[in-house]
T-cell receptor
Framework: AQKVTQAQTEISVVEKEDVTLDCVYE???????LFWYKQPPSGELVFLIR????DEQNEISGRYSWNFQKSTSSFNFTITASQVVDSAVYFC???????????????WGLGTSLAVNP | GAVVSQHPSRVICKSGTSVKIECRSL??????MFWYRQFPKQSLMLMAT?????????EQGVEKDKFLINHASLTLSTLTVTSAHPEDSSFYIC???????????FGSGTRLTVV
């Protein structure tokens, strides 16, 4: 069965601190996609990253970075020098690759609520 | 590119009435549309998946006669909540997928309140 676990329900940090959001996944597929999304209080989902299971390279985008480790089935997300505008709920998700038919739906984690305080 | 427009953003309706939510893909053809609902402080729950021109596939526990999904064209899908009740109050989000983009482009969501 496919599953995504975000063990951290809520995290509170002070501005400029670094923070890592954990994501552990389970899947029997040998190929899959992993995603991170940000959901600010407005409710809109903001796509952050999609990572193919073939590509284990870590990625950096500005203050955001992602650490993908297939050996531990983890896809952790780090925000460096956090800012108040980073306050949101962050979701990790998993899906099969295109061509897998009806199994391509996203499997969502429960989300981590991040509060960055001034 | 890959923009999905969802309307309305907020709606308040009386119990027993029906509400229609629209999602339009503005610059791509959405071959598949996913409809989610989200309760406060919870994750997204997939309600149904629809492919253009086909009947929607509903997730277990989702009443297909209550949540009518139409995906008649490659740019428009609608979710109609029929005979709405207060327990249907929730945040509904659509997500569209085309042949080119595989990033799960999301609409901005509809906050439904049934009074």
């Amino acid at each position: 069965a496919q599953k995504v676990t975000q063990a951290q329900t809520e995290i509170s940090v002070v501005e400029k601190e670094d923070v890592t959001l954990d994501c552990v996944y389970e899947t029997r597929d040998t190929t899959y996609y992993l995603f991170w999304y940000k959901q600010p209080p407005s409710g809109e989902l903001v796509f952050l990253i999609r990572r193919n299971s073939f590509d284990e390279q870590n990625e950096i985008s500005g203050r955001y970075s992602w650490n993908f480790q297939k050996s531990t089935s983890s896809f952790n997300f780090t925000i460096t020098a956090s800012q108040v505008v980073d306050s949101a709920v962050y979701f990790c998700a998993l899906s099969a690759l295109p061509g897998a038919g009806n199994n391509r739906k996203l499997i969502w984690g429960l989300g981590t609520s991040l509060a960055v305080n001034p | 590119g890959a923009v999905v427009s969802q309307h309305p953003s907020r709606v308040i309706c009386k119990s027993g009435t029906s509400v229609k939510i629209e999602c339009r893909s503005l610059d791509f053809q959405a071959t598949t549309m996913f409809w989610y609902r989200q309760f406060p402080k919870q994750s997204l729950m997939l309600m149904a998946t629809s492919n253009e021109g086909s009947k929607a596939t509903y997730e277990q526990g989702v009443e297909k006669d209550k949540f009518l999904i139409n995906h008649a064209s490659l740019t428009l899908s609608t979710l109609t909540v029929t005979s709405a009740h207060p327990e249907d109050s929730s945040f509904y989000i659509c997500s569209a997928e085309g042949t080119v983009n595989y990033g799960y482009t999301f609409g901005s969501g509809t906050r439904l309140t049934v009074v």
